[in-house]
């Protein structure tokens, strides 16, 4: 049981992961709260079906166009829309939650509110210290935690990353400096909608798709956020794990209340936020501006 739970865990906490990583990214360097990222995380997983089911697609291709045409769309909405509005922080919430209903609007008339899967991209299962333990699971796992290092890699490491950083650490010192500020927040942007569609990428074939399904991963991950501290990616990393973790406890210890699962890991972040209400790592992310 043990076993099972930790693993359970490790994939539940790695897509929390990827949302909220890229959640706190657009937020650090932009000052944004998107509502609709968790949207474009559903889109991808309806994109795969599209291409993957209805069209033939191979799978792998279906899940690099998915990923492309989805992060595409980010940086649209970002540009059209959302760039427009980012200084008044009240109508930037308002234009995100609309974005999020008229993608789910649009997948309703085109999928109806039926549920949809799309086949494992890989078949077989295995055991690991005697859990059986699918082969698209660990493919899940490891295809997050390249994401996460690769992203931690692009920030630390990349002329790029050296340009987000000191954007999100000081807009107007990095203005100062050259760094073009609305590109950086671009890029942000569209690093951010990328973890996500990676995310719906692996929750696709784990999971079944519906029009709806961007509600509690939404709460998760603003939870994740508040409970790692608003910006802190290193945070929202340890926020993810935290709360699936508890998810997965109240999912297999106490199986007849799984339907409280979201309670728990919410209650968990109240307490924390009560003790220590800048997040676990909020000090420090105000220091480090």
Do not use: C
């Not at 899940?63 to 009240?90: K, N, P």
């Not at 935290?242 to 109240?270: C, D, N, Q, R, W």
């Amino acid at each position: 049981m043990v076993e099972a739970v930790i693993i359970n865990g490790l994939i539940t906490g790695g897509i929390y992961a990827l949302l909220a990583t890229g959640f706190s990214l657009i937020f650090g360097v932009a000052r944004i709260i998107n509502l609709a990222h968790t949207a474009f995380y559903m889109l991808a997983g309806y994109l795969i079906f599209t291409f993957a089911v209805t069209l033939g697609l191979n799978l792998f291709l279906s899940v690099i166009i998915s990923t492309v045409v989805v992060t595409a769309v980010g940086v649209l909405s970002y540009r059209l829309v959302i760039a427009r509005v980012r200084v008044h922080e009240t109508t930037t919430l308002i234009v995100t939650i609309a974005l999020t209903m008229i993608i789910q609007e649009a997948l309703l008339i085109g999928f109806g509110g039926h549920f949809r899967s799309v086949p494992a991209l890989i078949s077989g299962y295995t055991e690991v210290v005697g859990v059986k333990v699918t082969y698209q699971q660990i493919l899940a796992f490891g295809a997050v935690l390249l994401l996460l290092l690769g992203t931690w890699a692009l920030l630390m490491k990349t002329k790029l990353g050296t340009a987000i950083r000191a954007t999100a650490q000081d807009r107007e010192v990095a203005n100062l400096m050259g760094i073009n500020v609305p590109t950086m927040e671009m890029a942000a942007m569209a690093i951010a909608v990328a973890l996500a569609a990676v995310a719906g990428a692996v929750v696709t074939p784990l999971f079944v798709l519906g029009p709806h399904m961007w509600m509690h991963p939404l709460v998760m991950v603003l939870a994740v956020v508040i409970l790692g501290g608003m910006g802190s990616i290193k945070g929202s990393l340890l926020g993810a794990f935290i709360l699936a973790f508890a998810e997965t406890l109240v999912v297999f210890y106490a199986p007849s209340g799984a339907y409280l699962k979201g309670a728990v890991a919410l209650t968990i972040m109240l307490v924390v936020i009560l003790t220590r209400p800048q997040g676990l790592f909020g000090v420090a992310f105000e220091e480090e501006r």
